[in-house]
């Protein structure tokens, strides 16, 4: 993981000076080439929009995770997708500097995304209920979960501070978890009196505080390894039913 860190940055570094928009899109395609590298084939990653039944679009979005197998894609360029809601497991937006004023675009940013309503589906002909519970409560369908990466930023402390200010008592509202890779990544996690940390989570959850985990020795490394294991652990539980799309076209299928 040190590896794929250290590779990561050095491209970042490399193309720092070039035009913004080469600077963004190659800083988006060296994370998607690391999470297609470590996540399961069932999951798919690309750029573009989210779009709901209801005619309801999301943001541009910089990354997208859905489900490869189970979703039909409603449009597909070169380097941009629609991606109808049901399918997605979570978005991650990326910036060459995470600061406070980038933090709270993206926090606003992600929550348009999940307040997207999923309910295109086909009626299931059996009695198995599956339920997902990545913030606490148990659910019929999967939360759309909502990170932020930044190969750079501002001191996690900072950051942190920032991120309680804009969490809100509905924990799936909030953002989900963040990665700054030359400094490490803000979690969650059970705190103990004595200030020992419990089980630390990718998401909020019930009697969870937001945890400050920051690299090793200097080195870039460790965030990264923590947003695979959380953030990634998290999309690897994603799940959808098949998806009714004849609802996209005001049918009721």
Known sequence: M????????????????????ETGRRREDDVRE?????????????SGEIAASDGSVSPQMDLIVYDRLETPLLDRSESSIVVPVEGVYG??????????????????????VKALRKNAYWDRDDDI??????????????????????????????????LRDLDEDDLPNNLDMLCVL???CIANAEIGSGGSVGQIRGAPYP??????IANDDGGIGGGLMFFYLLAG?????????????ARYLGRPG
């Open 207 to 212: 009697g969870t505080q937001r945890l400050p």
């Open 91 to 112: 978005v991650i937006e990326v910036s060459s500097r995470l600061d406070v004023t980038k933090l709270r675009q993206d926090v606003e940013k992600i929550r348009d």
């Open 34 to 46: 690391f999470l297609r590298a470590f996540l399961p084939e069932r999951l798919g990653v690309g």
């Open 129 to 162: 209920v599956v339920s997902y519970a990545p913030h606490g409560d148990a659910q019929t369908v999967w939360p759309i979960l909502g990170f932020c990466f930044g190969y750079e930023g501002n001191e996690l402390d900072n950051l942190r501070g920032a």
């Open 2 to 21: 040190r590896a794929w860190a250290e590779k990561m940055f050095a491209q970042f570094e490399g193309i720092k000076r070039q035009h913004r928009g």
């Open 233 to 245: 652990g998290l999309l690897m539980q994603g799940g959808t039913t098949r998806i009714n799309m």
């Open 182 to 184: 030359n400094q490490g």
